[in-house]
Structures are given as C-alpha cells and as structure tokens.
C-alpha cells in the first residue's frame, strides 16, 4: 500500500494523497488475522502447545470447523473487490459461494464444538450465546444469497457486509480478551456484546459509503 504524493505548485511542495478508507479497513483487519493467529491460534503451528490437550476429545469437530471458517473470513474481503468483480466475474462468483458454504459449515459445527465443551464445564449459556452469532451470521448470509439470485446487487452488497460482519465476531472476541487481558470468564459478555453491535457496524459501514459516493463522482467530474 503505497502514498502518492502530488505536486501542487511550483514551489515543489505535495499534497498527500491516502489510501481509500476501503483499503485502509482491510489492512486493519489483515492485522487483526495476524494477531489473533499468533496469539490465540498458535496452538496449529505448535503441537506442544498446552491448548491441545483441551481440544484433543473434540479436534476432529475442531479441524473442519475451522476450515470452513477460515474459507469465510479469507475469502470475505474478495467480495468486495470491485475490480474482481468486474474483471474476474466467474472468480468472484466461485469464491462467493465458496464464502457461503464455509458459512453454512462452519456455524452449525460451532454451535456443536461449544455444546460438547459442556461437558468439561462449559455453561449452557455459552452455547446459547455461540448459537445466536451463528444464527446472525446464517440469517445476512442466506439473505445475501437470496437477494443475488434475484439479481438485486445493492441489497446483496449490504446483507454480505452485514454478514462479514458476524464473520469478524470470532477474531473480534479473541482480539478483545488478549488485547485488554481480560479473564476467561469475561468472554461470554464479550460474545453477546460482538453480536449485539455486528449489525449496527455493519450499517454504519454501508452509511458512510453512500455519504462518500457524492463526493467521489464530483471529483471525477
């Protein structure tokens, strides 16, 4: 990601040009992946890791869970690629429904792997609270999927924005505890309170496009 500096007079002096907000949010949430990856996910570059003995009764759930998941939140940020949709419009539709059955996979199997912790103590709550982020997140998916094979491609871009979304819950709840060191039992307040503001985020995102649309066509024109 680069700054192009443009002259502005003789005088030599520049006028800094910034990346597009666009641009600047998905660098933000590459660095969250990033984060989140060496910091709570460690544990699938390392196998002595201390977390596998607590995942070990349930890791074959675990693996495609986590490959279905992983297909989402990777994949995501190519839906919004303008160029890719133009350019590369079969690219764009394979990796779309790609997004959408790591989704459909991935969810219900978290609802599963957060109810089969109950049996090491976990409380019913938390899988209440895990069966609600899943059930946002299937629910914007599946309108997104409905309002594009309608044909209606702006109704289509804000369910999937609403949808990524509830996507970025899962690296929003990990980001939160370790980056503030809060304790464990926290996290289920942490959950509903990622869930609760997915949408509301998610509009405010859709708001501030369409309030920038104006000022982009003037300066084209």
């Not at 409905?146 to 980001?175: D, K, N, P, Y």
């Amino acid at each position: 990601m680069t700054i192009i500096a443009e002259p502005v007079g003789p005088s030599g002096a520049g006028r800094f040009k910034w990346p597009r907000p666009k641009y600047m949010l998905f660098a933000l949430i590459a660095l969250m992946y990033l984060y989140v990856l060496w910091t709570n996910e460690s544990f699938l570059f390392n196998s002595k890791d201390p977390e596998w003995p607590h995942i070990a009764p349930f890791r074959w759930f675990l693996l495609p869970h986590g490959m279905a998941a992983a297909f989402a939140l990777f994949l995501g940020p190519l839906q919004f690629s303008e160029r890719l949709r133009r350019r590369f419009a079969t690219v764009h539709h394979v990796t779309g429904y790609l997004y959408i059955t790591g989704v459909y996979l991935g969810a219900p199997m978290g609802i599963y792997i957060q109810h089969f912790e109950e049996r090491f103590g976990a409380p019913r709550s938390f899988t209440l609270a895990a069966a609600a982020d899943a059930a946002v997140w299937i629910f914007a998916t599946t309108m997104a999927l409905v309002f594009i094979r309608q044909g209606r491609i702006q109704q289509h871009r804000q369910w999937m924005t609403r949808s990524f979304a509830c996507a970025l819950i899962f690296l929003e709840v990990r980001l939160i505890l370790t980056l503030f060191n809060l304790p464990v039992a926290t996290a289920e307040t942490v959950v509903w309170c990622c869930v609760v503001a997915a949408f509301p985020i998610a509009d405010l995102v859709l708001q501030l496009q369409e309030k920038s649309r104006p000022l982009k066509a003037a300066l084209r024109g």
